[in-house]
């Protein structure tokens, strides 16, 4: 249907004395467009726009959370929420540091060459976390095959979700410039506390069958899921469990199992993460987790030798240099 807030153009012709509209063209999307022939109301036509698509390259330094950085150098929230999930197996963004940079070339789509209507795919990125690089580069082979893999051919996924939470799915509710003040992440004991706003959804971290959907006075509301004969999981505190949550449910990563709250022995707020591995608690971050397959063999060579280009394009791209406030740099030398 029509909406408010669309543009409309309306093509007048004359007849004798009188102008008489003779074409409508409804804007939906800046890509799309419908032309509605008022001379017989029975036609309506619809349009597209040719849309270029063309590489860009950003390179920003982490001072206070990535949507900002890749703001300062042109990037948008599109750009940052596709690179959360390329990572999402890798990088835990709760605990981006200061320091952490980032490379990445991607697709960016226009009409009439200059008029940006969104971020296409990305095509190679480098984060750098902690010190260490993390590669990805997209490769496809035909519809049926494509996905990212690091400068070896591994690809990112991995069993399990680096944390239970979509970090930009809290975030977009919060002024960017507050995201790390409100989203923070505590070790405690063997499980991770995720401190995050009442009624944000809590995700499964990986394919499995609920084996617990209960109350305790000490977990509050709490869900418990079996993913193998090795794995188990277990998220704390929820203030309302998903629709039909219940033993024996299959999930699949990612699903939403409840929801943050703050029942049981619980001071604020939040999602305390468990895992178990052969029924002993251990801590997730320390454990080398099964991954998806790599490029497949007969693909290898081909592979090597497209990312080559793209794996120097990322490493020659400069960081931007940080900005040095010249008032200080002019007390000092009086």
Not at 16 to 40: G, I, K, T
Not at 54 to 70: M, P, V, W
Request: hydrophobic share 35%; charged share 25%; with cysteine.
């Amino acid at each position: 249907g029509i909406r408010s807030g669309k543009n409309y153009s309306v093509f007048l012709a004359s007849a004798d004395s009188n102008e008489v509209a003779r074409y409508l063209v409804y804007e939906e999307s800046p890509v799309n467009y419908y032309v509605f022939d008022l001379s017989d109301s029975a036609r309506v036509y619809k349009g597209e726009k040719e849309v270029t698509v063309k590489q860009r390259e950003i390179a920003g330094t982490i001072n206070s959370s990535l949507y900002e950085a890749l703001m300062e150098q042109g990037g948008s929230i599109a750009l940052a929420m596709k690179m959360a999930n390329v990572y999402a197996w890798s990088i835990d963004f709760f605990r981006i540091q200061n320091g952490d940079n980032f490379k990445v070339i991607y697709e960016e789509r226009f009409i009439d060459d200059t008029v940006s209507v969104g971020v296409g795919r990305i095509i190679a990125a480098d984060f750098n976390h902690g010190g260490r690089d993390f590669y990805s580069f997209y490769f496809e082979k035909g519809e049926e095959y494509h996905d990212f893999f690091d400068e070896e051919g591994n690809t990112l996924r991995r069993a399990f979700l680096k944390a239970p939470l979509d970090f930009f799915r809290i975030s977009s509710r919060y002024n960017p410039s507050r995201y790390h003040p409100v989203l923070k992440r505590v070790k405690a004991h063997l499980g991770t506390d995720y401190a995050a706003p009442h009624g944000t959804p809590i995700m499964s971290t990986a394919d499995g069958t609920v084996i617990a959907a209960s109350y305790t006075r000490g977990n509050g509301n709490y869900v418990k899921i079996r993913h193998n004969s090795t794995y188990t999981t277990q998220y704390l505190h929820m203030s309302k469990f998903a629709k039909g949550m219940k033993v024996g449910k299959v999930i699949k990563q990612g699903d939403v199992i409840g929801y943050v709250g703050s029942t049981g022995l619980a001071t604020g707020p939040h999602v305390c993460y468990r895992f178990w591995k052969n029924g002993k608690q251990v801590d997730p971050y320390a454990q080398d987790l099964p991954s998806a397959e790599p490029v497949k063999e007969e693909y290898k060579a081909e592979y090597t030798e497209y990312i080559f280009g793209l794996k120097k394009r990322l490493d020659e791209l400069e960081l931007p240099k940080k900005k040095v406030n010249e008032d200080v740099i002019m007390a000092s030398v009086k």
